[in-house]
């Protein structure tokens, strides 16, 4: 390659990568980044689509939108926190001294053909671990160093309702880099300087004129579908008010399992619990998911437990996501609307019509008094 | 033919209101594919029930997990089960949790349920289901897409391919006519006597290859009507501390062999812990090779005789068979 060949590619922001060149391309990213690309899973009925560390045998998988969201390549299930050990001091035998190890983990990382409200997940978590009460060192390093290559998106079905929460299947926030998938292959855009290197390092040509309509048109189709039609105004005054109405949290969740499938394929439930694994004199402090839905997460040590039934646990569910968290974090709801919870629901409930139940007897309710 | 069954089924339940207060049933979820588990308590509301291949969920499990659907002082529960559905009814009474004279069981003879991942992935995910009607074994699916014919043998559940009791054991209502069996008692472990044929290196890393995708949503064990230390499972107990929270393969096994100990002798095959798990991890599998020792060792088969006490539930030095 001439050098000033060279100097050209380095500043193209726009490339097309051909279906039959992805994994070539893929490979060559692996070397500067771990890649995380979607996958189907082996050996389940043929469904299930996760995000796997890509290698040269992955095929990746974009037709759908993965069964698991990406959460895990920032909050994985299991995290250890740090590393102890228990020795005995030297210089008093009685004593014990603790030797502590920082595991941090901050590789430079790519998640390539993640969708709109995958990312978006991402968006509402950093309210609570990077702009709250508290900084996560973990998760800011994770995030910091974590690219998103995001495809537009062109999958929706029926329990997807990006728009009603304001996401969109065209929607960029909290992406490097766009892909939008064409019948031959991928165009890709950077969308900020991060994108740049990664952009370069694939070595491919600029899209043709055609290659490069094709992407602005499928690109216009995305931003002018709407997606979902639920309408979340007003659920925080409902949830507020509907907070103690039993009778409502019966109607929704009375055939809920309390199992914790809804938080753990949910892209925006984070939240964690904390255990120390120990064995012998050396251990970890681990952070892994926790779920809300779970009749531990709220047990107390007296032996009460707050949120003694699966129906306070569904309440607390739908309220963290269209109450809780928009009344502490200017409003943002904590639902990026990919209907993960709707379709992966053992007994399909529907947080979609459980909103709408809330509102509306919460609207009957304020006009009789 | 399905909406016949179910408006006899609402016919049947009108009939049988004065001695019940609660009625657990499927009504339409959102979408024709996804049908909801509800509980009905006035007669108004009997209009809002269906009864399909669509009707996956195992209603069994609402009777006794906590809080459990009960009927009022000298009331009794109506309750519908398809043939899996009501070994866990005679499982449930056999151990005391259940008493059968506080139960109306509904019965359907069953022709198979459906997984809606099937469905999906031969019409294409992206789009909306409008209506799914079945005739004759065919199911016809109008979706934003177009229309879509495929036969119902090529999109049941697994647990359904392999069902030997399609009609319900026990019932004091039959609605509909009995169905012949997909296979035959005899082949009931068949797949697990072809499992064994391979070596035990391949046995061993197709358990971690499908276990490992396992995200410990204890789906599987709160969909089991038969898991019934629910809340007090020793996969989460910390004190004392049996199974770390670490998501390797160790811990995940440690949970599953719980988990399918605790059925052993006592799993229905109902498949639930399958159909349920997110990320189509096939656990019901590991429960049948329990079931088939169980069936070699004791000659019994669980859930079909609400007299009989399970194996493993009784205490007999003299067992022949050990
Ligand atoms: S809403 Fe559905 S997925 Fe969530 S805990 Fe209840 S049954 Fe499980
Ligand atoms: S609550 Fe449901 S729809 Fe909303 S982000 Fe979570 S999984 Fe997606
Ligand atoms: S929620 Fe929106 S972005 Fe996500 S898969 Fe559905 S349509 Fe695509
Ligand atoms: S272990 Fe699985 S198949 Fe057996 S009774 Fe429980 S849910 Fe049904
Ligand atoms: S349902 Fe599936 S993912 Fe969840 S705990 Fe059971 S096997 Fe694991």
Redesign the interface.
């Known amino acids: 390659m001439t050098p000033a060949k060279k100097a050209k590619k380095k500043i193209e922001e726009k490339i097309f990568i051909p279906q039959e060149k992805l994994n070539e391309v893929l490979e060559r990213l692996s070397k500067h980044f771990r890649v995380w690309v979607p996958v189907l899973s082996s050996s389940s009925n043929g469904w299930t689509v996760e995000f796997r560390p890509f290698t040269i045998e992955s095929e990746p998988f974009f037709t759908r939108q993965s069964t698991m969201p990406p959460k895990s390549v920032i909050l994985p299930q299991g995290e250890t926190l740090f590393q102890y050990e228990y020795v005995k001091n030297s210089d008093d035998p009685s004593k014990q001294d603790l030797i502590l190890k920082e595991t941090i983990n901050a590789e430079k990382t790519l998640v390539f053909g993640a969708r709109p409200c995958d990312v978006r997940g991402f968006v509402i978590c950093d309210w609570v671990f990077l702009r709250g009460l508290y900084l996560d060192v973990y998760y800011k390093s994770r995030r910091e160093n974590t690219l998103f290559a995001t495809l537009v998106c062109q999958d929706a079905d029926d329990a997807c309702f990006c728009s009603s929460v304001g996401g969109g299947p065209g929607d960029m926030e909290g992406s490097d880099i766009r892909i939008t998938s064409t019948s031959e292959g991928f165009v890709l855009e950077g969308l900020n300087d991060r994108a740049k290197e990664v952009i370069s390092l694939c070595e491919c040509d600029p899209p043709s004129e055609e290659q490069s309509r094709d992407a602005q048109r499928i690109q216009e189709e995305a931003k002018n579908r709407i997606i979902g039609s639920l309408d979340v105004s007003g659920s925080v005054e409902a949830v507020k008010g509907q907070f103690q109405n039993m009778g409502v949290w019966r109607d929704i969740a009375e055939s809920c399992l309390s199992c914790g499938v809804c938080t753990y394929v949910c892209p925006t439930c984070y939240c964690f619990t904390i255990t120390d694994e120990i064995q012998g004199l050396k251990g970890e402090r681990l952070r892994s998911w926790d779920s809300c839905m779970f009749h531990q997460y709220t047990q107390e040590a007296s032996g009460h437990n707050p949120r003694p039934t699966k129906l306070e646990r569904y309440r607390n569910r739908l309220g963290h996501k269209f109450c809780y968290f928009p009344l502490r974090y200017g409003g943002v709801i904590a639902c990026c609307g990919c209907g993960r919870c709707i379709r992966s629901c053992p007994v399909s409930i529907d947080i979609r019509s459980a909103v709408e139940r809330v509102k509306e007897v919460h609207s009957n309710a304020c006009v009789c008094s | 033919m399905w909406n016949e069954i179910t408006e006899k089924l609402h016919e049947v339940l009108r009939n049988v209101m004065p001695q019940v207060d609660v009625v657990l049933g499927w009504e339409r ?3 024709p594919l ?6 009905v308590r006035s007669e108004k509301d009997i209009s809002r029930l269906v009864w399909n291949p669509f009707c996956v ?1 195992n209603l069994t ?2 009777l006794v997990k ?2 459990a ?1 009960i009927a009022g002082e000298g009331k009794k529960v109506a309750v519908c089960v398809k043939g899996c559905d009501s070994r866990s009814l005679v499982a449930l009474i056999q151990e005391h949790f259940l008493d059968r004279d506080r139960l109306l069981i509904i019965g359907v003879p069953c022709q198979g349920t459906i ?1 809606w ?2 469905v ?2 031969k019409i294409g ?5 409008f209506n799914a009607h079945i005739e004759d074994g065919i199911l016809r699916i109008e979706h934003s897409g177009g229309l879509e014919q495929m036969s119902i043998e090529s999109v049941l559940l ?1 647990r359904c391919l392999r069902c030997a009791y399609p009609n319900p054991v026990i019932y004091d209502v039959l609605i509909g006519e009995t169905v012949t069996p997909r296979i035959d008692k005899s082949e009931l472990y068949r797949n697990v006597a072809q499992f064994e044929q391979k070596s035990l290196e391949e046995r061993r890393n ?1 358990w971690i ?2 276990l490992s ?1 396992c ?5 599987c ?3 089991c009507p038969l898991c019934i230390c ?2 007090w499972c020793i996969a ?1 107990r ?1 004190d004392p501390k049996w199974v ?5 393969i160790k811990d995940i096994f440690i949970f599953h062999s719980i988990h399918a100990l605790h059925l052993a002798g006592r799993c229905t095959e109902c498949g ?1 812990c399958e ?2 798990c ?5 656990v019901m599998f590991i429960k049948e090779k329990l079931n088939e020792i169980n069936l070699r060792l004791f000659s019994y088969e669980a859930g079909l005789d609400p007299q009989a006490v399970p194996p493993l539930l009784t205490f007999n030095p003299h067992e022949a068979g050990i």
């Open positions: 979820g959102f979408n996804r049908i909801k588990p509800v509980v969920q499990g609402y906590n809080p659907v997984d991942r099937l999906m992935k995910n992206t789009t909306t289901v697994r197709f290859d499908v995708r995200v410990r949503c204890y789906a064990r709160n969909a629910q809340d989460e910390r770390t929270q670490r998501p390797t639930e159909r349920v997110p990320v189509g991890i096939p």
